[in-house]
T-cell receptor, first 118, second 112 residues
Framework: AQKITQTQPGMFVQEKEAVTLDCTYD???????LFWYKQPSSGEMIFLIY??????QNATEGRYSLNFQKARKSANLVISASQLGDSAMYFC???????????????FGKGMKLTVNP | NAGVTQTPKFRVLKTGQSMTLLCAQD?????MYWYRQDPGMGLRLIHY???????AKGEVPDGYNVSRLKKQNFLLGLESAAPSQTSVYFC???????????FGSGTRLTVV
């Protein structure tokens, strides 16, 4: 079963506008973490922002903020004042709790492509 | 520079050949992971390790083996490469599994 769902395969936004990238997740464990990564065309995975399930406030990192709605199981990434350099693939990921005999690990969504137009 | 280093960065294999991908980290992280990335699939976990001498299977382990003989190194082996293993492979490490994950720059593998 899909644990991380990113329904938008691609989005376009005008430079300097804000954009929201959707992510929903599925877990029954009360302790989990949610991550957003950026992958530019050069291929590296760049960590953007993290939200813990017990965090009282939504996470923010510069132009990035995470709209965390726990009851709806959504963790949308908001990018304010888009820049041309924001054009990239974006991945939502969840730190999955350990299974029997296992360990915590990251589970990724399929990603979505953001294109920022000048 | 501290981080995760993957070698090689690119490789072309013929079907049936074997190879080993090396991941090295200098952050004293306990947890290390191997993922593969395919178009439209996101990153999928192949194998992981929670410490020196330990390994475990992830979501897509078939056709791969791993070893963690030293804490700083995590090796991914393909004994008999198949075209279905054409992918971009990422290594990642984490101090505890609950903390941030640092990714290597990836290895692009093509099996012909």
């Amino acid at each position: 079963a899909q644990k991380i769902t990113q329904t938008q395969p691609g989005m376009f936004v005008q430079e300097k506008e804000a954009v929201t990238l959707d992510c929903t997740y599925d877990t029954s464990d009360p302790s989990y973490g949610l991550f957003w990564y950026k992958q530019p065309s050069s291929g590296e995975m760049i960590f953007l922002i993290y939200q813990g399930s017990y965090d009282q406030q939504n996470a923010t990192e510069g132009r990035y903020s995470l709209n965390f709605q726990k009851a709806r199981k959504s963790a949308n990434l908001v990018i304010s004042a888009s820049q041309l350099g924001d054009s990239a693939m974006y991945f939502c990921a969840m730190r999955e709790p350990p299974t029997q005999g296992g360990s915590e690990k990251l589970v990724f969504g399929k990603g979505m492509k953001l294109t920022v137009n000048p | 520079n501290a981080g995760v280093t993957q070698t090689p960065k690119f490789r072309v294999l013929k079907t049936g050949q074997s190879m080993t991908l090396l991941c090295a980290q200098d952050m004293n992280h306990e947890y290390m992971y191997w993922y593969r990335q395919d178009p439209g699939m996101g990153l999928r976990l192949i194998h992981y390790s929670v410490g020196e001498g330990t390994t475990a299977k992830g979501e897509v382990p078939d056709g791969y083996n791993v070893s963690r003989l030293k804490k700083q190194n995590f090796l991914l082996g393909l004994e008999s490469a198949a075209p279905s293993q054409t992918s971009v492979y990422f290594c990642a490490s984490s101090y505890t599994g609950r903390s941030g994950y640092t990714f290597g720059s990836g290895t692009r593998l093509t099996v012909v």
